[in-house]
C-alpha cells in the first residue's frame, strides 16, 4: 500500500476500538479494486467526539465507520441522515461529501443477513431475547421487528434505557410484543426459555467477561446464539463458547461485520467489495 498525497482517507471511530478488524477488512477491499485509499482506526472517546466529526470535515476523510458508544452520539453532529438510519435512531455509516456528513446504518440489514447465513435463522414469528439497548441494539430490534418477529424482549443493564428504547418503537411495531427488563432481573430466565434466539448486542464478552451460567441453564435448548462481539484471534467470546458446549448453534459478530462492512463500502466507494477479499483479509 503507498499513501501519497492524493490517498483517500476512510477511518473508524470507537471506544475501545484496537479490537477492531475493519482496517484489514477495508483495506483488502481497497487494495483489491487498486482504489487510492486507506482505512484507519481513531479511538476517540464520547468527550471527544465532536472535536472528531469536526476533524472528519477539515481533514478530509471521505468515509467512517461508527461504533460503540458513539452510533447514537454522532447523529445531532451530522448534516444529514438517511431515512431508515433516522428511523433506527443509530448511525454507523458516515458518507462525505464534500463536506457534507450524510449518516447510514448498515447494522441492520447486516444484522439480519448474518442470522439468515451463519445461522440459517428467520425472525418471523420467533421469541427473541435481546441483551443491550444502544445503537446496535437500536438497529437490531427494527430490523427483527420488521422482520416479523413475534416477540423481543430487550434486557439492559439500565432499565430505564430499555424502558425507552421498546417505548419508542412500541407505535410503529403494534404487531410486535415488546418488553423492557433488567439484565438480571429473576424474570429474566421465563423469557429465555421460550426465547427463539438469544443476541448479545451490548460490549459483554469484548473484555472477555462471561454472562451468569443461570442465561444458558435457563436458555431454551433448541435457541440459537448470535453475539456481536468479536475477538481478533481465533479464540471466541466467552458467550460463543459456552453456548457451544451447552449444544446451542452459535455466531459471532465477525459474519455481521462483513455484511454491514460490504454495505458501507459500497455506499464510500460506489462499488462492492471483490466477492471474497473481505472474509479472507481475517481468516483465521
Known sequence: MIVQGTTQVFAIFGDPVAHSLSPQMHNAALQALKIDGIYVPFHVTPE??????????????????VTVPHKERIIP???????????????????????????????????????????????????????????????????LA?????TIVVANRSLERA??????YRKIFPDCQLVATE??????????????????????????ESFP?????????????FDMVYTRTSTSTPLIIEGKIAGHRVADGRSMLLAQGKEAFALWTGSPPPGG??????RF
Open 48 to 65: 471527544h467526539l465532536p472535536a472528531a466529526v469536526a476533524g472528519v470535515r477539515a481533514l478530509q476523510i471521505a468515509g467512517l465507520s
Open 77 to 143: 453532529l451530522l448534516d444529514e441522515i438517511d431515512p431508515a438510519a433516522q428511523r433506527i435512531g443509530a448511525v454507523n455509516t458516515v458518507v462525505n461529501r464534500q463536506g457534507h456528513l450524510v449518516g447510514y446504518n448498515t447494522d441492520a440489514p447486516g444484522f439480519l443477513c448474518a442470522l439468515r447465513e451463519t445461522l440459517g435463522f428467520s425472525p418471523r414469528q420467533k421469541n427473541i431475547v435481546m441483551i443491550g439497548a444502544g445503537g446496535a441494539a437500536r438497529a437490531a430490534l427494527v430490523a
Open 146 to 150: 420488521q422482520a416479523g418477529a413475534e
Open 163 to 168: 424502558v425507552t428504547l421498546t417505548g419508542s
Open 183 to 208: 439484565l438480571y432481573a429473576d424474570n429474566i430466565n421465563n423469557f429465555l426459555a421460550r426465547a427463539d434466539l438469544l443476541v448479545n448486542t451490548s460490549a459483554i464478552g469484548l473484555q472477555g
Open 213 to 225: 451460567p443461570s442465561y444458558l441453564a435457563a436458555l431454551n435448548p433448541a435457541a440459537v446464539i
Open 277 to 282: 477479499v473481505m472474509e479472507d483479509s481475517f
